[in-house]
């Protein structure tokens, strides 16, 4: 009956390639026998992200013992209810409901439709959200990624007058901001103490006052600190702001995503190279999937966000598994899916049937 009873659920939001899954797999590692369910939700529905949480070889995240629930079908702040909420409902209700929540939205999900859900009486009445919490690519959003060439923006408005300008990615950094009660810092490891510091400024002037910053490096922050935030975001919805509430319907028509698939990859820095050209010719944000390497018994993962690619060795491939290389790529409208796959495959045979 009391408020303490109801299960907590962390809703954990940021832009595309923040580093959410790299918090969330570090969480699964922390969490000594609590039984976590997770909720994840991608943009470019692959079912990448399970696959690279289960990926990590770690004892309560491999898929077996955990909880693990993918809506795949678009994107979870518009689909809240033909999917989120059923989800919910056969989570909380089951003979075995978890001890917490995680929900990992998609990069470009404005965080508000999904806590609003949660002020649906079935739902309510058994969980609480215990916090948004929203992780920030310290090193981009420093480095201005989503911020506005000024000058472009004003010439932009001089041709034209009637432009309403709206920039989609300063929108949904904008609400993943808004809507926070603790953001996380992450990739510190990329900016000196200076850097951070500005911009830990710079932030607090778009958050709720109280909100708490904290500075993190691939995740790592103590699930003490994550979870037991007590928020319950649900109830004071008014005092977040969000784009959704000016427009009657949220849709992602602003971005563009779509799969490149291709046969093996003999020289990784050969292909590493082209990725490389195709990012930074092409208006790509986000690219993530793996890659079947000649003679190597582990499937190789390839992680690159803005110009940044990080690739590795994730865990051998399944005896059972078909060997192929794919990528996810995530990109503003407009992107032209042929030449971007055209580049990244030159070379490359075709995928195996
Ligand atoms: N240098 C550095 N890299 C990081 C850090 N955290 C995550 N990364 C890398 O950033 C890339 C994206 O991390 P993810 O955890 O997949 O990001 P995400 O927010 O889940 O991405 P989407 O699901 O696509 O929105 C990966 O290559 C990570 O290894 C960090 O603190 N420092």
Redesign the pocket.
């Given at each position: 009956m009391s408020v303490a009873r109801k299960i907590p659920a962390t809703v954990v939001t940021?832009?595309?390639?923040?580093?959410?899954?790299?918090?969330i797999r570090h969480l699964m590692e922390q969490a000594n026998g609590r039984r976590i369910a997770l909720v994840i939700n991608?943009f470019g529905d692959l079912g990448m992200?399970r696959e690279?949480l289960t990926g990590c070889g770690v004892q309560g995240c491999d898929g077996e013992e955990t909880n693990i629930v993918e809506l795949a079908n678009g994107c979870i702040c518009c689909t809240v209810a033909d999917e989120f909420l059923p989800t919910m409902e056969k989570l909380v209700m089951g003979a075995n409901p978890p001890d917490a929540i995680v929900i990992?939205t998609?990069?470009l999900a404005l965080p508000k439709p999904l806590v609003k859900a949660f002020q649906w009486p079935e739902i309510r009445s058994r969980v609480t959200v215990d916090g948004v919490v929203t992780?920030v690519d310290a090193h981009a959003v420093a480095g201005g990624r989503f911020a506005d060439d000024p000058d472009a923006v004003q010439a932009q408005r001089e041709a034209d007058a009637a432009l309403d300008h709206d920039n989609p990615l300063e929108e949904v950094f904008e609400d993943q901001l808004a809507c926070a009660d603790m953001v996380i810092l992450?990739?510190?490891?990329?900016l000196d103490e200076a850097g951070m510091d500005v911009l830990e400024q710079d932030l607090r002037a778009r958050l709720r006052p109280g909100v708490k910053l904290v500075p993190?490096?691939?995740?790592k922050v103590e699930p003490a600190v994550l979870l037991g935030l007590d928020a319950a975001a649900e109830d004071d919805l008014d005092v977040r702001p969000s784009h959704h509430d000016t427009e009657d319907d949220h849709d992602h028509d602003d971005f563009d995503s779509f799969v490149v698939e291709f046969g093996p990859v003999d020289d990784l820095d050969a292909f590493e190279a082209r990725l490389h050209a195709a990012i930074a010719g092409h208006d790509i944000l986000?690219v993530?999937g793996f890659l079947d390497v000649p003679g190597k018994a582990a499937r190789h993962l390839v992680?690159a966000?803005g110009p940044r690619i990080?690739r590795w060795y994730d865990r051998p491939w399944k005896p059972e598994e078909h060997r192929r290389s794919h990528l996810v790529v995530i990109g503003l409208h407009g992107l032209d899916e042929a030449a971007v796959a055209e580049a990244i495959r030159s070379g490359l045979t075709a995928p195996a049937a």
């Open positions: 940021g832009f595309l390639g923040a580093g959410k899954t790299t918090l991608e992200d690279i990992e998609s990069g992780v992450n990739k510190a490891d990329l993190a490096a691939f995740g986000r993530k992680q966000v990080d």
